[in-house]
């Protein structure tokens, strides 16, 4: 990454330094032991164009999954209550494609993962992300991680109560966008996407950055539901 890029970063983020929208969060004593991810899919490069910050509703997430191992960190409440939380950074390409695996011999050390489980809670997703996604990135999962972690403090300063969202009559898609947009002046609604499930049930809120990292329009794919689309949040309390 370019070192004009990165200082630009650095402003954007400010001084103050943020972890996810956390009720509470403590890290756990001893660092995660960490396994290479399995690729779930083909390995693909091709020129970064754009990219994604994708930020997860924990609480949606882990509904179900408050007793399982794999989850104990993000879900078991023990160690932390989480809101939103970033999912990870992604690159995309053009036509909806997207790089991705990156041939890599670089692994994100344990160390690494447990400094980011505040932002990240899961270290096996951690490491996926570095994988993934940030081996098409950056050179070295530090650098990776660096880069989002600015770009998240930049936001999750800023994040709108999405448990007092969830209380609103008549919630749809374009009201959700609003409430970020308000909380977060630099954005605007089309520069926000948002990903439900299936039963309408937020899932994700997705920002849109260009190449030089500023936030940009988002492209019909990550822009998700139109604003008139149904939505529901579940509490997180």
């Given at each position: 990454?370019?070192?004009?890029?990165?200082?630009?970063?650095?402003?954007?983020?400010?001084?103050?330094?943020?972890?996810?929208?956390?009720?509470?969060?403590?890290?756990?004593?001893?660092?995660?032991?960490?396994?290479?991810?399995?690729?779930?899919?083909?390995?693909?490069?091709?020129?970064?164009?754009?990219?994604?910050?994708?930020?997860?509703?924990?609480?949606?997430?882990?509904?179900?999954?408050?007793?399982?191992?794999?989850?104990?960190?993000?879900?078991?409440?023990?160690?932390?209550?989480?809101?939103?939380?970033?999912?990870?950074?992604?690159?995309?390409?053009?036509?909806?494609?997207?790089?991705?695996?990156?041939?890599?011999?670089?692994?994100?050390?344990?160390?690494?993962?447990?400094?980011?489980?505040?932002?990240?809670?899961?270290?096996?997703?951690?490491?996926?992300?570095?994988?993934?996604?940030?081996?098409?990135?950056?050179?070295?999962?530090?650098?990776?991680?660096?880069?989002?972690?600015?770009?998240?403090?930049?936001?999750?300063?800023?994040?709108?109560?999405?448990?007092?969202?969830?209380?609103?009559?008549?919630?749809?898609?374009?009201?959700?966008?609003?409430?970020?947009?308000?909380?977060?002046?630099?954005?605007?609604?089309?520069?926000?996407?948002?990903?439900?499930?299936?039963?309408?049930?937020?899932?994700?809120?997705?920002?849109?950055?260009?190449?030089?990292?500023?936030?940009?329009?988002?492209?019909r794919a990550q822009f998700g539901p139109s604003d008139s689309t149904?939505?529901?949040?579940?509490?997180?309390?």
């Open positions: 990454m370019k070192p004009a890029v990165l200082l630009g970063l650095v402003l954007l983020a400010g001084a103050s330094a943020a972890n996810a929208q956390a009720y509470q969060c403590n890290l756990p004593k001893a660092a995660p032991a960490v396994r290479a991810p399995v690729p779930d899919g083909p390995v693909r490069r091709m020129p970064v164009t754009h990219y994604t910050l994708s930020l997860s509703w924990s609480p949606e997430y882990c509904r179900g999954r408050e007793r399982n191992t794999a989850d104990a960190f993000q879900c078991g409440k023990r160690n932390g209550r989480f809101g939103l939380i970033l999912h990870g950074l992604w690159p995309e390409g053009g036509n909806n494609r997207w790089p991705q695996w990156c041939p890599t011999a670089r692994q994100a050390s344990s160390t690494l993962v447990r400094q980011n489980m505040c932002m990240t809670p899961s270290a096996p997703l951690l490491a996926h992300e570095w994988a993934k996604h940030g081996s098409c990135m950056v050179r070295t999962p530090e650098a990776y991680f660096e880069v989002s972690r600015i770009l998240w403090e930049a936001n999750a300063r800023r994040f709108p109560d999405l448990d007092v969202l969830s209380r609103r009559k008549g919630l749809n898609a374009g009201m959700i966008r609003e409430a970020f947009v308000i909380a977060n002046p630099a954005w605007k609604p089309e520069m926000v996407g948002l990903k439900l499930n299936e039963r309408g049930w937020l899932q994700e809120i997705r920002l849109c950055y260009g190449k030089d990292f500023l936030p940009t329009r988002c492209t149904s939505a529901k949040i579940f509490k997180g309390l």
